[in-house]
T-cell receptor
Framework: DTEVTQTPKHLVMGMTNKKSLKCEQHMGHRAMYWYKQKAKKPPELMFVYSYEKLSINESVPSRFSPECPNSSLLNLHLHALQPEDSALYLC??????????????????FGAGTRLSVL | SQQGEEDPQALSIQEGENATMNCSYKTSINNLQWYRQNSGRGLVHLILIRSNEREKHSGRLRVTLDTSKKSSSLLITASRAADTASYFCATDGNSGTYKYIFGTGTRLKVLA
């Protein structure tokens, strides 16, 4: 099973709402990522979790709050978002990389994304 | 910005033709990867080339890497309509972290 599952596929929320995006993988990967992607732009890294601990936060505003409750799940909690936060949010996972030249351990597996619209 | 640059930004070719897209990056790397993204979907890994490799093949894909020029190219031979997608290079920046930087992407359209 090489699948990363993201829910919901689409989300519309108001600026005062609280919502959560969910990501799940069962490949035994211990590195998990959140990316934000605007139309016709590359994915931009937001957060990285390794062994369920936050290891990278790319100076993301606090209205985005990640959570990794266990090794298979990754959540992104959203609160008081702005219209410019509308984007495709992608989750990815990979093996832990003890050797940076290792092929398999550098490959990221992506979910299909959540299309978020903030009104 | 550490972001890589890709060119062309968009490419339109006929089915059966070859497609070449280029990626330039700014820092030293351990490896460089290419990913494909169908419209509005997640990214799919295509191929990885290590910093000590110069060329790699996988099916109809050929990737080259020139670390002296900090550049890579992806060649898709005998293109098919199903190859229509955006293609991104991604580098690890030799940082030892799990941070990958994606290039700006090339939008490929293959006309049947």
């Amino acid at each position: 099973d090489t699948e990363v599952t993201q829910t919901p596929k689409h989300l519309v929320m108001g600026m005062t709402n609280k919502k959560s995006l969910k990501c799940e993988q069962h490949m035994g990967h211990r590195a998990m990522y959140w990316y934000k992607q605007k139309a016709k732009k590359p994915p931009e890294l937001m957060f990285v979790y390794s062994y369920e601990k936050l290891s990278i936060n790319e100076s993301v505003p606090s209205r985005f709050s990640p959570e990794c409750p266990n090794s298979s799940l990754l959540n992104l909690h959203l609160h008081a978002l702005q219209p410019e936060d509308s984007a495709l949010y992608l989750c990815a996972s990979s093996q832990m990389r003890t050797d940076p030249t290792s092929i398999a351990k550098n490959i990221q597996y992506f979910g299909a994304g959540t299309r978020l619209s903030v009104l | 910005s550490q972001q890589g640059e890709e060119d062309p930004q968009a490419l339109s070719i006929q089915e059966g033709e070859n497609a070449t897209m280029n990626c330039s990056y700014k820092t030293s790397i351990n490896n460089l990867q290419w990913y494909r993204q169908n419209s509005g979907r997640g990214l799919v890994h295509l191929i990885l080339i290590r910093s000590n490799e110069r060329e790699k093949h996988s099916g109809r894909l050929r990737v080259t890497l020139d670390t002296s020029k900090k550049s890579s190219s992806l060649l898709i031979t005998a293109s098919r309509a199903a190859d229509t997608a955006s293609y991104f290079c991604a580098t690890d920046g030799n940082s030892g972290t799990y941070k990958y930087i994606f290039g700006t992407g090339t939008r490929l359209k293959v006309l049947a």
